[in-house]
Each structure stands twice: as structure tokens, then as C-alpha cells.
């Protein structure tokens, strides 16, 4: 006899059909992708910590529920992919995991927020399979914005939307004198900032235009140039926004857009811009995907199989929950050590204090802050931090050399080589300022003996440090003179100050090690 052959999957004997078996699909999806969070649920946390305190990042509460709802709104295209579980997907997890444990050694949080929000993708990929991982893509990689990331922008885009701001003044026939990120205009002084920069803009602006594009557009090249408008219309409106605030101070007499209303004005125009660009972009936009052939729709639809999504799941488990447990024990094994004394035996007298700048830095296990007479004076400060969990943060994006909400602001920073002591390394340079009065800082880091200006060879070192001698221990060395117009004499006074005393330095911070 004959048999003919199956025009599509046979369904279990008591499956779930039709829409049950759609929602079904879309909730075990939902369930495996938060795995993850209930292993990492302290990384998850300090996530939503930063959301709550931070205005620039507030969305990330919404992340989430939205790729939950775009894996829902997926539900009918998850009807006839079969679960089959990708096994190399764990290796990838474990990498993932690998990097989170290197970041938690060195308390690098970014690395460990983006090594979880990783992991939820590579989750649903090694439980369910290539077909539907590949089928919800967009839904799982959208949970990277989740991530706080981009404060390092800040002052990149401060020097661009200032740049922008002096140049259409002046081209408004307006007189501006310039230091720095601060200016000076007939009218009165204006300083470019942190919330001047347009960060908080420009990340919403990215996340709303990726979110747009991916429901609005079906063609790949549609939906990158909205993403690339996305990224220059806000940086651009930014720079109009600030020339737009500070015309309206001048003409005004500087009665307006100097206070709270300079943020309402902000947020307005930029929700105006943010309406225009999706108003055009509507007019491209595409309709959604034709519906499946008649004999494809008409196959039953897959109930995924609870016993291999079983097996996935304790495999991932697995995987998974070896990283806190290694970083539990490291935690444990961190060698206790007394608070550490610095004391610099210089052959210079110390000399009064002439400047009350200090960095603003989390508190320090120990500081040592000393003046040297000289012409410029010298000053030195030196904050160690011992390696402990919970402790401050040696390298932090937190840590900045200018007071940000202090007197003396960060007119300019970047790496110089230098020659002292014997010795040739980058130091990274700031120009400090504040009514007329000028300071000239040179910073690097001393981690277990080495030397570097890097954050990123700072953090490696302190991870070196914690997985050969059980410690992190460092310090951010400062040494700082005041200058007036050129900064020369400046760094030859710290150049001759370091020649002479950084030997004994080195020694001091030696003498902090821990047995």
C-alpha cells in the first residue's frame, strides 16, 4: 500500500493548538530569557539602581517590558519553529560569564552589566535554538539598551555642542571670549556642562529611532539610515538647542532660560525634533510582512517539548552559576590588611597651601596632601584605596580630576608624555579653572608597584593584582601647579619636583603592600 507523504509536523497527542499554543510559545521564551537575572541578581540591580538615580538613564525601566512585548508580538511566527537546543551557545555563555567574573575582580561595571544583558540572548539560544533566536533577534538584542552606558560621551559632546555655540554667535555678530568650555558674551557668562552636553537626548533618541525602525521598516537599508539620522539629528539639534538658550538669555537681559526653564526649554525643543524626525520618517514606511502562504498558515502550530526545554534549561544553570559562586570565594579569600599610612620623606620643606582645589574622587582609604614652596609651588596629593568588597573605587567613571560640582572646572584634559625621575610615561594633563585663577594637574595610577595613566591598564593591573597576590590595592597619584597664561613654567616645576621625589614616592606607596 501505498503511504503519502506528511504535509507538515505531526502534534502530539494532548498539545496545545492555535492561540494557546501561541501564547504558550511566547511565555516559555519570556521565562528562559530572564533566567539570567535570577542568577546575576545583584548585577541586575545595580542596573536598576543607576536607572533610578540617574534622569539620563530612567528608560531602562522600559526596556525590558517592551522586548517582552516585541517577543509576544512574535508569538504567531514562533508556531512552526521546532526547539532544537544549540549546545555551542554555552560555550558563548561561558565566555560571557568569564568576562562578568573578570569585571566583578575589578569591579568594572559596565563589563558585568553588559556580560548579563549578553547572556539573556545567548539564554534563549542555547535553550530554544538557532530558528527562534534568529527569528526574535531584534526583541533580544534591544535588551542591550538596558545597559547605562555612554557617560564616557560626555565630553566629547561638550567640546562639540561648545565648538557649535561660540561659532554661531559669532557668526551672529555677538563678541564671545573663550576659555575653555566657558564664554563670555556682552550680556553676561555661560559654562557648557554635563547637562549641556545632550547625552540624555541622544541616547533616547537612539533607542526610540532603533525601536522605530525595527517596526516601521522591512529593508535593511530603510532602517539604517533611520538609525543613523537618529544619532546625528539629536547631536546636531543639541548645538541649536544651546545657541537657541543662550540668544534667548542675551536678548532677554539674561532673564530668561538661565534657571529651570533652560531644562524646560531643552526637553521642549527636543521633543518637537524628535517629532519631526519620525513624522518624516513615516512617509517610507513600509507595510508589514505579507502573510504566510495558505498551506503554511494552515500547519498546526509547534508546542515546544518540555523535556528538552528542560534539559536546556538546567544546562544553562549549570553554566551559569559557577561565576558568583568563583566570585563569592574570591570575595572570601581577600587577605585583611590594617589601614595604610603614607608619609613622603621629600628633601624639600613642606610650604603653605595655595590652592583649596581638591579631586573629586570617592573617599580614599588614605591621602596624603602636601605643598612645596617654589616658583610655581608644587603640590602633591596621593589617595589610596585598599582593594575590599564594597569599598571605594580606585578607577571609576565617577572620579574626576575638575570639581563638578565645585569651584574648579575641567577647561581641558588629555595624555603628554613626559620625562621625570628617570623615567618617560604618559601622564594625563588637566587645565583646571575658576574666576581667572588657573591650576595645571598631572594624574596617573600606581597599582602593586606599576605605573600607568591608562584606566583600562589601571583596571588590568588591579585584576592581576587580585588573582596573583589576592589584592587590588592602588592609588591616583596627583601633582599640581598653578599657572597663568602658559602652562610651561608649570610643568617644569613639577618636572623638577617629581625628579627629586619620586623615588621617594615610589617608596611611600611600597610601603602600603600588604604581607
Known sequence: MNTLPSTGPATAPGAATGPVAHARNALLVALVMLLPLLVFHETAFSIAQIWERSETFAHGYLILPISLWLVWRER????????????????LLAGCGAAWLLADL???????????????????????????AGALLFPLAFILFAVPVGESL?????DLTANFTVQALRLTGIPVLREGNNFAIPSGNWSVVDACSGLRYLISSITLGCLFAYLSYRTAWRRAA?????????IAANGVRAYMIVMM???????????VDH????????????LLLFWVGSFWREDAQAARSGPAAARPPLALPLRPLAGGVAAVLAVLVVWPALAARADQATVAAA?????????APAGPAFTTWQPDYAPASST??????????????VLFYRDAPGSAKLVSSTNRIGQQKGAFHENSSGLRDENFGGRHMAVREAMLGFEGRRLLVWQWYWVNGSMTSSHYVGKLLQIKGKLLAGNGDGAAVMVFAPYDEDPAAARAAMRAFLDSNLEPLDRALAGTRRP
Open 368 to 381: 596624603l596632601r602636601q605643598f612645596y614652596p617654589g616658583k610655581p609651588p608644587v603640590g602633591l596629593t
Open 249 to 259: 538669555g542675551h536678548l532677554s537681559g539674561m532673564t530668561l532660560a538661565v534657571g
Open 263 to 274: 531644562l524646560i526649554y531643552g526637553w521642549l525643543f527636543f521633543g518637537i525634533v524628535m
Open 106 to 132: 575589578a569591579e568594572v561595571g559596565i563589563v558585568r552589566q553588559y556580560a548579563l544583558a549578553a547572556m539573556l540572548p545567548l539564554t534563549v539560544l542555547a535553550v530554544l535554538g538557532k530558528r527562534i
Open 76 to 91: 504567531a511566527a514562533l508556531q512552526q519553529l521546532p526547539l532544537q537546543p544549540c549546545w555551542p551557545a554555552l560555550l
Open 339 to 347: 589601614p595604610a599610612s603614607l608619609a613622603l620623606a621629600s628633601p
Open 226 to 234: 533611520f538609525i543613523v539620522a537618529s544619532i546625528l539629528v539629536p
Open 154 to 158: 560626555v565630553p566629547p559632546l561638550i
